[in-house]
Structures are given as C-alpha cells and as structure tokens.
C-alpha cells in the first residue's frame, strides 16, 4: 500500500459509494488506475466490505450504551455468541480479557428498552455472573 491507497481509502471510509470517476477527480489518476487499485484492496482484504452507516437517531434508536459481561461457564457460549450476532441491537461485540467475558455496543430506543435489553435478552436467558452497563453521552468519534 502507497500513499495513493490510503487516500483512496480515507476517501471511501467517508462514502463507499464515490465512483473511481469521482475519486480519480481528487487523486488526479486515471479512472482505470483507481478501479484497479480499489479491485487490488479487496482482493487482498484490505477492503472487507462497502457499507452505509445509518443514523441510529432517525431510526429511534436514541440510546447507546457498552455493556461488559460475565458469564458464568462456558456451557452458555455458542448460544450466547450465536443470539448476539443475530441480535439486531446489538452493533459490536467483542470477546475481551480482564474480569469481564464479553463487551457489547447495544443501540436501543430510550432506557426502557435499555431495561428490557438486560433482563429480557441477557439475564433470563444466559447465566450471568455480572453485568456492567455504561451510557454514550456522545460520540465524538466513530468509524
């Protein structure tokens, strides 16, 4: 990767449906030569996918909490694992280290739905050992 690459990437991460005519507008390359290199970052993964990032706000969804998770065995895991990736709440879940098992971005309505998320989706159907739940105030970042 070139300098060339990362400004077609920075270009992209901010709208991954600028075309290579667009971008070779910027970078002052041919259109082939930036449709080759786009096809060269994913096809050596470097681009995973292109995506639309939604506004969670105009869905309803006014509240972003991080919760951090312990279960209480590994009985409960692939379940666990199976239902969140599923789960349309949830954004990101990562399987950490350090006292907690699992740290969850969960977009949700209001705290009611907060509420319901925790007792109804997590507590009554994985034996948790402890939860901790924190709220966005704001994100001054996010990719």
Do not use: W
């Not at 507008?25 to 041919?30: C, D, F, P, R, W």
């Not at 030569?33 to 050596?44: D, G, H, T, V």
């Amino acid at each position: 990767m070139d300098d060339i690459d990362l400004q077609i990437l920075g270009l992209l991460k901010r709208n991954s449906r600028m075309t290579s005519s667009d971008i070779s507008k910027m970078i002052h390359l041919s259109v082939p030569s930036i449709a080759e290199r786009i096809r060269k970052l994913e096809r050596n993964g470097v681009i995973a996918q292109f995506t639309v990032k939604l506004d969670r706000k105009a869905m309803g969804k006014n509240c972003v909490v991080y919760i951090f998770l312990q279960l209480s065995s590994s009985v409960d895991t692939q379940g666990f694992r199976e239902s969140i990736i599923q789960s349309q709440e949830v954004l990101e879940c990562h399987h950490i280290s350090g006292e907690y098992d699992y740290l969850l971005k969960v977009a949700l309505a209001d705290l009611s739905g907060v509420e319901t998320f925790i007792t109804q989706t997590l507590k009554a159907r994985y034996s948790i050992v402890r939860s901790n739940t924190i709220f966005s105030l704001s994100a001054l970042k996010e990719e």
